[in-house]
């Protein structure tokens, strides 16, 4: 049996699903997404889901379920079901699908907390902090900064310089495998029924962090990984699990490029803490590149705005602009297509 508030199972949520028309049937939560099916943990244990013909269609791709969703399903065997309908989302972390321009991909969600985790040795990045914040800025997903493997050595004054701009935003823990005060402070931070998602580049030291925290070899560690040899993965990988005492934890694959898909440039200011300034530039609609009396360019010639965090300003909106346009084609293109279509069928002779 599974407690399902344990999983961030709530009263909202209950409300969700008793206005649906199947309140009949059961509920749980996603806690791993294969190709085409689902795991769901549910009341009565844990269920592989396949989706209705009608939850299949007029979705984007984004808009199936991910790990972390709450979805409705009927029970057809002991341990399978069929998805019928998934409570509405929110807090989630989507990611630009990589070898696309306009398409989004969730890759969590109903999370409240996403560590962004950074090792100390080599992957400690501001610019990529900056973008992850900005990534969840608008889902109300509260960013928390894990910088791990201390014990390797690093610049404390450094680090902290360099995250200057940001801290008052981000709390920030510094962790390593062989402190467990490190580790004992993380857990303190995550309350029952939270969900935390890990994401940051592959080798930091995530799965290895899920496994301390929940005090069991859970997740597969690169270490592990290397000492079975490849091809030697079996089926046994888990994406959320339940941390002992408290919390629901989800690990991510390290992802290389996480393309953004936040348009909204006051977020974007206000992620850097540039916002301020934007008030203060003479034209309302100023885009701080080469206006008269633009307080940003002011502030960064004068250092109060740290060069490195004014050129990842305009790199962030260009590309989450480059993404608004491009789903913006994709719309036009996909609207005059059906035109087109309508069009054939009404009248099929005529050349089009
Ligand atoms: N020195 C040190 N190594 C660590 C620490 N945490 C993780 N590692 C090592 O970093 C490697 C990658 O860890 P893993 O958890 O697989 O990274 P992931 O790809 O982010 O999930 C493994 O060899 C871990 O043993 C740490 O705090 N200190
Ligand atoms: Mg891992
Ligand atoms: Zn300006």
């Known amino acids: 049996m599974n407690n399902l508030l344990l999983y961030g199972w709530n009263e909202s949520l209950f409300q ?23 795991e769901v943990v549910s009341e009565t244990g844990t269920f592989t889901c396949e989706l209705t013909g009608n939850m299949l269609h007029g979705r984007e791709n984004s808009e199936y379920p991910c790990t972390g969703d709450w979805v409705i399903f009927q029970m057809i065997d002991a341990d399978k079901g ?24 969730a890759i969590a969600s109903h999370v409240d907390k996403a560590f962004i985790v950074q090792s100390l040795d080599d992957n400690f990045n501001v610019r990529r902090i900056e973008r992850f914040m900005l990534q969840i800025a608008d889902e109300n997903i509260q ?12 610049n404390k004054d450094e680090v902290e310089n360099a995250l200057k701009h940001i801290s008052h935003k981000i709390p920030t823990f510094f ?24 994401i940051g580049s592959s080798g930091v030291g995530k799965s290895t962090l899920i496994n301390v925290l929940c005090k069991q070899e859970i997740m597969q560690t ?3 990984s290397d000492s ?13 699990i339940l941390m002992e005492g408290s919390g629901i934890l989800i690990d991510t694959p390290g992802i290389k ?29 100023c885009q701080h590149i080469n206006e008269k009396a633009c307080a ?32 913006h084609e994709k719309r036009k293109q996909g609207k005059s297509f059906s035109k087109m279509v309508k069009e054939v069928k009404n009248n099929p002779f005529k050349e089009h």
Do not use: W
Not at 32 to 37: A, F, G, S
Not at 143 to 154: E, Q, R, S
Not at 184 to 189: E, S
């Open 222 to 224: 690169a270490s592990i």
């Open 175 to 198: 962790t390593s495998i062989q402190s467990q005060d490190s580790i004992d402070q993380l857990r303190d931070f995550i309350s029952i029924g939270e969900t935390v998602v890990f």
């Open 257 to 285: 490029v996480f393309g953004v898909t936040n348009d909204d440039t006051d977020s974007l200011s206000e992620v850097l803490d540039i916002s301020s300034f934007e008030g203060q530039c003479r034209f309302k609609n």
């Open 82 to 105: 069929i998805i019928l309908d998934m409570l509405a989302r929110q807090k989630t972390l989507y990611r630009l699908k990589s070898g696309t321009v306009s398409e989004k991909q």
């Open 143 to 154: 960013p928390v900064l894990v910088l791990t493997k201390t014990d390797l050595g690093f």
């Open 16 to 38: 969700q699903m008793q206005a649906t028309i199947y309140t009949e049937f059961m509920h749980g939560r996603v806690s791993i997404t294969h190709k085409t099916c689902y």
């Open 228 to 240: 079975t040899g490849k091809g030697k993965h079996t089926s046994t990988r888990r994406e959320m």
């Open 296 to 327: 940003v360019i002011k502030a960064v010639k004068n250092g109060d705005i740290d060069k490195g965090v004014y050129e990842n300003y305009l790199k962030l909106r260009k590309e989450a602009l480059h993404f608004t346009t491009s789903v």
